[in-house]
């Protein structure tokens, strides 16, 4: 699916929010060197992918997502975290028969609530907050609706592509199990920004958000990720 121009545009304003935040931080770690035991030279990039998401894709049946992860740690024990992923639904009631797809992209931060205690601790409990924005693509729409007089009437309601923005607020928890080699969930609360765009026949489902009727969505997620490390 083609990323239209104004995704740049919404990306460059929610990094130009992010930034103030983050020099804030690397200030603060600038004034304490030298008093933590923690080295301020210490980089991590992970990746990830939501193992949660396959189990939930043959449980449901209609429905199908894939999310993937990446963070990067800056001082102070607040990471920057980018998530993408794709998805859709195929919708076959036997009064309405249409399918939706989507791809979609969020970033934001992390901040761990548990400070670390020495140079390998890379275990936390985190909250944060995310952007996200989806390009949604509905395929056209068949309907029938029954009347006692006319009978059965079957019309179509034609395509139609969204682009959904919302926010989100997140909490959870990483464990590193082996050397690198972590494990944890993120908990979700959404709420969407511009309603308005799905007025006429919602998708049932998008990928990243959830319902997409719901102005308010929650989601959960679990997490398998892989850190590499460098000084």
Not at 38 to 51: A, E, N, S
Not at 125 to 147: K, P, Q, W
Request: proline share 5%; glycine share 8%.
């Amino acid at each position: 699916m083609l990323i239209p121009p104004s995704m740049f545009r919404y990306i460059f304003n929610i990094l130009l929010l992010i930034l103030p935040f983050c020099l804030n931080a690397q200030d603060d770690s600038t004034r304490t060197e030298g008093t933590s035991f923690i080295k301020p030279d210490q980089k991590q990039l992970r990746l990830g992918v939501d193992i949660s998401k396959p189990i939930l894709n043959a449980v449901s049946g209609n429905r199908h997502s894939y999310e993937f992860s990446l963070d990067y740690n800056l001082p102070k024990d607040i990471y920057l975290v980018a998530e993408a992923g794709w998805g859709g639904s195929d919708i076959d009631y036997t009064d309405l028969k249409y399918t939706s797809a989507n791809s979609f992209f969020r970033i934001g931060v992390d901040k761990s609530m548990l400070q670390r205690l020495f140079p390998s601790d890379w275990d936390y409990l985190f909250v944060g907050a995310r952007y996200g924005i989806g390009f949604i693509r509905r395929n056209e729409a068949v309907y029938t609706t029954a009347d006692p007089v006319w009978g059965a009437t079957t019309g179509t309601i034609p395509a139609q592509s969204y682009t959904g923005h919302w926010v989100e607020l997140t909490g959870g928890l990483r464990v590193e199990l082996l050397r690198g080699m972590f494990a944890g969930y993120t908990v979700r609360a959404k709420f969407l920004l511009n309603q308005s765009a799905f007025r006429e026949l919602p998708p049932a489902f998008v990928a990243g958000y959830g319902k997409g009727e719901k102005t308010t969505a929650f989601d959960f997620n679990f997490y398998l990720q892989y850190a590499i490390r460098w000084k």
